[in-house]
C-alpha cells in the first residue's frame, strides 16, 4: 500500500474541488475543510486501526472490506454531511462527489503497488482481491522494517508523486483563475 504521504497528496486536488473559500469563511473553519479532505484521502485505511483493536494485528484484513468502491457512496454521504455543516455554500452533490471519489481513488491507488496482494474492489459482492497490472506505487514494505533501502525508495516514488499532485492543483488553479481573469475583461 502506498505510504500517508502518497494519499495525503491526492488533497492537493481534493481541496480546490470542494469549492472557492468564502471571505467570511473563519480560519478555522477552512482549516477543518481541508483536514476533513485529508481524512477522506485516508479513509478506508482505518481498517487498520479496527484490525488493531479487536485482533490485536493492524493487517490481517488490510485492504479488505473498507477497500471496496461499494464503500466510497457510502463514504461520499457522511463526507457530504459534514462539509456542509462545516461550510453550507457548498452543493449537496458536489460534496458527495467529492467525499466519493476521494475515497474511491485510495481504494483505486492501492490496488496499483508493485507486487501487492491487492484490494477487494467489489466487497461483499466480491471477496476477490484486484491489483492492477499497471504499477505506480514501489509500496510500504512493514514486513522488513530492516531494510532502509526499500524505505527510502517508497519515500522517493512517493515524494514525486505529491509534487505532481501539487503541481496539477497549482497548474489547474492558474488556469481556472486565468479563465475566471478572460471572463471578467469581456
Known amino acids: 500500500m502506498p505510504a500517508p504521504l502518497a494519499h495525503g497528496a491526492v488533497a492537493f486536488l481534493g481541496v480546490p474541488l470542494v469549492g472557492q473559500r468564502p471571505a467570511a469563511e473563519p480560519r478555522l473553519r477552512t482549516l477543518l475543510v481541508v483536514a476533513l479532505v485529508v481524512f477522506a484521502c485516508g479513509a478506508p485505511d482505518l481498517d487498520l486501526i479496527v484490525g488493531l483493536l479487536l485482533i490485536g494485528d493492524p493487517f490481517t484484513h488490510h485492504g479488505a472490506f473498507s477497500h471496496s468502491l461499494l464503500a466510497a457512496p457510502v463514504f461520499g454521504g457522511v463526507f457530504a454531511c459534514l462539509l456542509r455543516w462545516l461550510r453550507p455554500t457548498v452543493t ?16 483505486c491507488m492501492d ?7 491487492g484490494a477487494a474492489l467489489l466487497w461483499p459482492i466480491l471477496s476477490d482481491r484486484f491489483a492492477s497490472p499497471i504499477v505506480l506505487f514501489v509500496g510500504v ?21 505529491a509534487v505532481v499532485m501539487w503541481w496539477l492543483s497549482v497548474e489547474w488553479r492558474r488556469r481556472r483563475r486565468s479563465i475566471k481573469d478572460g471572463i471578467n475583461d469581456e
Open 92 to 107: 449537496l452533490g458536489r460534496a458527495w462527489a467529492v467525499g466519493a471519489g476521494l475515497y474511491a481513488v485510495h481504494v
Open 111 to 117: 490496488a496499483l503497488i508493485y507486487d501487492t496482494r
Open 141 to 161: 514494505e512493514y514486513g522488513q522494517w530492516w531494510r532502509w533501502d526499500l524505505h527510502m525508495l517508497t519515500l522517493a516514488n512517493e515524494a514525486a508523486f
